[in-house]
Structure formats: C-alpha cells, structure tokens
C-alpha cells in the first residue's frame, strides 16, 4: 500500500512540475454544510451568489470579491489568463519563467539600490548576447574573456539584492501561501492575508506587475529551472513518458509543449523575451482578481482604484492558438528506460464549455475516481494487474478540447499488454452496459462532496470562481455545475463513451524497461 501511494505522488508531481496539471488548494475553511445532497447545499449556494460583488476598473481589470466574514483572514488570487500554449515558437518555458520571476521584486522591493542595481543587468545582458555570439562563432578565447567579465558583473549585482524581501514582507504582516503557479492556460499568484492587511496587498500586488524588475537573477532562476527540468522529465522515467505521449496525442496543438518548456528553448530565453512576453499578456484586461474573506465590497473597490488603477489600460491579446484537427486513426508511443513498466491510454474530449462536459466528468469518475472507482476494483484489486490505476479528465488543461488520461502501473510479473487489455474492457462496458442508478449515484454524491470541500475554504473558493470566470465566461456556471452533475444518466454516459472511446482517437503510451 505505501509503495503505491508513493508511486502515485511520483506521477502526480511529474505532472503538477512539468504541465501545470494542479490539484485545488485549501485553506482558512468556513463551514458549509455537510449533507452531500443538491437540496442541502442549494441555499449555501445561494448565500454565496447574494454575498459576491464583481466590478471592473476602467483600465479593463476585473475584481470578483465574495464576503466571509467566518474569520478575520482574507485570500487573494491574481489570475493571468495565459500560459504555455501562449508562448511563441522556440519560447517554451516563458510563462512559466515569468512567474519565477515574479517573486524577484520590483525597482523598490528586493533591492539596496536601484539605481546602482539597473546598469548591471543591462550589461549582464549586453555580455550575454556577446558570449551567444561568440560561442556561435567557435571564438573559445573570447568566450572564456567575456565569461569571466559577466562572472564579475553577476557578483556585483548579486550583492545588491536583498534576497525574499517580498516574502519576508508578507510574513512579517502575517500572510501565508505565498505562492504561484503555471499551467497549460493559466498563471495564477496566491497567498492569505489578517483582514486588516487589505491595503497592504494592494500595495503590494500591484507594484509587482507595475514595476516588476524581470532581469534581476535571471541567469542564476534558469539554472533552477533547467535543473527543475532534469529531476522531472530527463531524470525521471514517467515524466519523459508523459511529454512523448502528449508529444504523440497532439500534432498542432500547443498543449504538445510542456509547460515547463523544453530544454534547449529554455536555455536559449533571454530577459528581452520575458519582458515582451509580459508586455503582451499582464496587461489589465488579461488579468482577473478574486477577493474572499472577511472584506467590504466597497472597500475593496476603493482601494483597487487607487492601486490597480495605475495600470495604463491595453487591448486583451487576442489567441493565436491552432485548432487540432481530428485525430483518425490509434497512435503509439514507445519509451524505454530503468523502470516498472507503466501503461497510459488518452483519448481527445470537448473544452469544458461543451454541453457534454457534465458527462465526461461523470465517466472520469466512474472509471477512476478513488477504491470504489472501475479501473481500481478490476485492475488493482480483483486481477492484480496493476499497483495502481487511474486517470484525469481535462490533461493536459480544459480550456480547449483535451484528453481523457487514464494510467496504470503494471505489478511484478505482469505485462503492459495485460493491463492494456483489462483496462480496454472496463472502458467497452461504459458503451455496452448501462450504468446502474446506484453507482450514478454514489459518483454524484462524490462530484457534490468535492465540490463542497473544493469550496469549504477562501483560497479553495477563490481558485473556483477565477477558473470559471475565465475559461467559461461566468463565475455563475460554477454555482451550475452541481445541476448539470445530477442531470447525466445512463445514456448519457453510454452516449459518449461510444463517441469518444474509439481506436481512431485513441493514443497508447508505453514506458518499458531498457532491453538487456
């Protein structure tokens, strides 16, 4: 049992690392009901709806701020509606080098002193440049003089840094959480705050991404995030797996690109880069703020004019992203490395705006939701195939048509083909077997406990609120979604298993030990 929790950790944090796949976070709860039924929470839901005011700045920067008043703690979550499909060819890892950087500071935050501070970065990346073009010329000599002299400047601009300071400010003011992170289709920055702290994230939050200072230890964060890298994917068995098979699932869609960015593209990122791609995208129109806890509406909207209303106003950037065409026939992907074998079927699936999005999560859940879940009871538990066996609706993001995931790993002795035939089975009974009313029902009971947990916190309820917002236009359609849930019946689900589930639209991974 521990070592298949431990394996299961491993495949979590190579996705949560290298693609943004992120589970909710929860803190500072409050007490919704507990009764996991739609009538018991109804009028929770309703509370919320009356007690949440949205607004707009007229720079185009939005604000949805719900009231709790349960504690006296506030969360915050800046969202930025752009993430690794975003980036430019050859550019992958900018968003999410961006947000690394994003904690670096600002000309007045994390800094002794500025203005002795900026010449160093321009040369350090004047002296980047030379040493690119050298290197490109086979200039040994002159490589290893220009090194040396960006060596020196790294040291002097090294000193001027005051390391943290902006995690040491919101410490010291009784904040907690302070954190970010990447996917697909999104960047968000989160942390909690005491309710008389409001003015100070304000202040804090907006001067970041007025006058972020993205130079500042740039070269010493691509280290860290090449080593990242290394530890998730070239280093690691099923994280190498992974970026072949969304590789082999996807032939034009960005969502083939990891978002931590492949290794030589990430090398090759400069700080011009970082600074055009945030010009583009953190502009206020891009950007959607969440507000929950023991605020004023009014107070919040003051003080979001006074601070966020610097931002000079810019047209939202518009998608450039292509549209993946469909796929028509089984595709496969081989990988060979030190390591128990592992076994992954994907199949493409709607956006989450789809009307069938209910469904699909109600398939996700069926096949393999926890124990009681199809794939665990056959493949783990009755046959023995499999140490475990899972999957995800929505990977690698859901904001446009994605995969339905499913993964096992296979149990000494067994083979991935086994496994493979196995998991086939549970997955052509969706289409041939109606779906009992009992075991709907015990999914959707599921579906609502999540939800209610998902939402039993600020943080938790924040994160909520911004998803649906910005991938399907309403932060209303989250308070929906517990109908639509209960709405899905066997046929529905027999519906789309038979659509979806087909070998033309299937695509097979296999990790496999390194022939001897």
Not at 446 to 471: C, T, W
């Amino acid at each position: 049992m521990k070592q298949r929790q431990q394996l299961l950790l491993i495949f979590v944090t190579v996705i949560f690392f290298s693609w943004g796949f992120l589970p909710e976070i929860a803190l500072a709860k409050t007490a919704p009901p507990t009764k996991a039924n739609s009538a018991s929470i109804q009028p929770y839901l309703d509370r919320v709806v009356k007690n949440l005011t949205e607004f707009r700045l007229d720079n185009g920067l939005k604000f949805i701020v719900l009231e709790r008043h349960q504690a006296p703690v506030v969360s915050f979550v800046t969202y930025a509606d752009v993430g690794g499909v975003d980036e430019p060819v050859g550019q992958t890892g900018v968003a999410h080098f961006l947000e690394h950087l994003a904690f670096k500071g600002t000309i007045r935050i994390g800094t002794i002193d500025y203005k002795a501070e900026k010449p160093l970065l321009d040369k350090l990346e004047q002296l980047d440049s030379q040493i690119r073009a050298a290197k490109a010329a086979k200039k040994t000599d002159e490589v290893e003089k220009l090194q040396a002299q960006f060596n020196s400047v790294e040291s002097q601009a090294v000193k001027l840094v005051k390391q943290n300071e902006l995690g040491q400010i919101v410490e010291q003011a009784g904040g907690v959480g302070l954190n970010a992170n990447t996917s697909t289709e999104a960047t968000r920055y989160l942390y909690s705050f005491p309710a008389n702290k409001l003015e100070l994230w304000m202040s804090l939050e907006s001067e970041r991404f007025l006058e972020p200072v993205l130079g500042r230890e740039f070269y010493k964060e691509k280290q860290v995030i090449l080593e990242e890298r290394r530890l998730r994917v070239e280093n690691s068995p099923i994280g190498l797996m992974i970026e072949k098979f969304v590789d082999a699932a996807y032939k034009v869609h960005p969502y083939r690109r990891p978002v931590i960015g492949y290794d030589e593209d990430i090398r090759n990122l400069t700080p011009a880069n970082i600074r055009d791609f945030f010009a583009t995208y953190y502009v206020p129109s891009n950007l959607t703020i969440a507000v929950v806890g023991d605020v004023n509406p009014a107070q919040v909207k003051q003080f979001a004019q006074i601070y966020f209303g610097r931002y000079k106003s810019s047209p939202k950037p518009k998608s450039k992203i292509a549209t993946e065409p469909k796929q028509t026939q089984t595709r496969e992907v081989t990988v060979n490395f030190p390591s128990q074998p592992w076994y992954l079927e994907g199949y493409h699936r709607p956006a989450i705006t789809h009307p069938d999005e209910a469904v699909y999560n109600i398939i996700g859940r069926l096949l393999s939701d926890g124990r009681t879940s199809r794939l665990y009871k056959s493949l783990v538990e009755e046959k023995r195939l499999a140490l475990a066996a899972q999957g995800f609706s929505g990977f690698p993001g859901d904001k446009y048509p994605n995969l339905m995931l499913f993964y096992a790993l296979t149990a000494p002795g067994r083979s991935v083909d086994e496994v493979a035939t196995s998991l086939r089975a549970e997955i052509e009974r969706l289409k041939t077997e109606p779906v009992t009313e009992a075991e709907l029902k015990r999914v959707k009971t599921q579906a609502r406990a999540e939800l209610i947990e998902a939402l039993d916190s600020n943080m938790g309820m924040a994160q909520q609120l911004l998803e649906y917002e910005v991938k399907t236009g309403s932060w209303r359609n989250l308070f929906k979604q517990l109908g639509r849930l209960e709405a899905v019946g066997a046929r529905d689900v027999q519906r789309v298993a038979r659509a979806t589930f087909t070998p033309q639209n299937r695509t097979i991974g296999k990790l496999l030990p390194k022939s001897k």
